[in-house]
């Protein structure tokens, strides 16, 4: 073999010349920097193809929000609105519920605060209107602010006697 080294590359060493050559240690040194800047490289490529590729295979197989319909869950509040009872409301049916709530919370402030019965409030009587919902606003401040102190000084405040409902007019 080491004759068709010989005779194909004429004039370089032979196979047991070449492996009795040491390496200067500089050579040595280059050789494993670039060894390792390689490797570097090929996993810096590596996260980023994976950070590329990460938000197309989580949405994969989810539709797009902003052209999906909305919809909610039907509970035993709103199951009235579920026309079509597929257990769930869609966007209309959302917007009936909402428009629905929206009449019977106009009835019951015109009702309470509507005093020449008009059907609509007059000033006086929106100024009678924000001053309660401001005397609500201050007295749920200081509830909010009570527990706090309770909590603070280590007093177990019992939450089933002030949930946060909403207010109702």
Do not use: F
């Not at 390496?23 to 494993?32: C, D, F, I, K, N």
């Not at 007295?139 to 409902?165: F, L, P, Y």
């Amino acid at each position: 073999m080491e004759e068709s080294w010989q005779m194909t590359n004429p004039g370089l060493p032979s196979w047991p010349e070449l492996a009795s050559v040491t390496v200067p240690p500089a050579l040595t040194q280059l050789r494993t920097q670039m060894k390792r800047t390689l490797i570097t490289l090929a996993g810096c490529g590596a996260w980023l193809m994976a950070a590329a590729l990460m938000p197309a295979i989580a949405t994969a197989g989810e539709t797009d929000t902003k052209t999906a319909e909305k919809t909610r869950a039907v509970t035993h509040r709103n199951e009235q609105y579920d026309v079509n009872k597929d257990g769930k409301l869609d966007e209309q049916e959302v917007m009936a519920m909402k428009a629905d709530r929206a009449a019977k919370r106009q009835v019951r402030l015109l009702a309470k605060y509507d005093a020449n019965k008009n059907g609509q409030l007059d000033p006086e009587e929106e100024t009678k209107h924000q001053a309660d919902l401001e005397k609500r606003r201050q007295q749920r401040a200081e509830r909010k602010k009570a527990k706090e102190a309770e909590k603070a000084a280590g007093v177990v405040v019992d939450d089933d006697e002030e949930e946060d409902a909403p207010d109702k007019p």
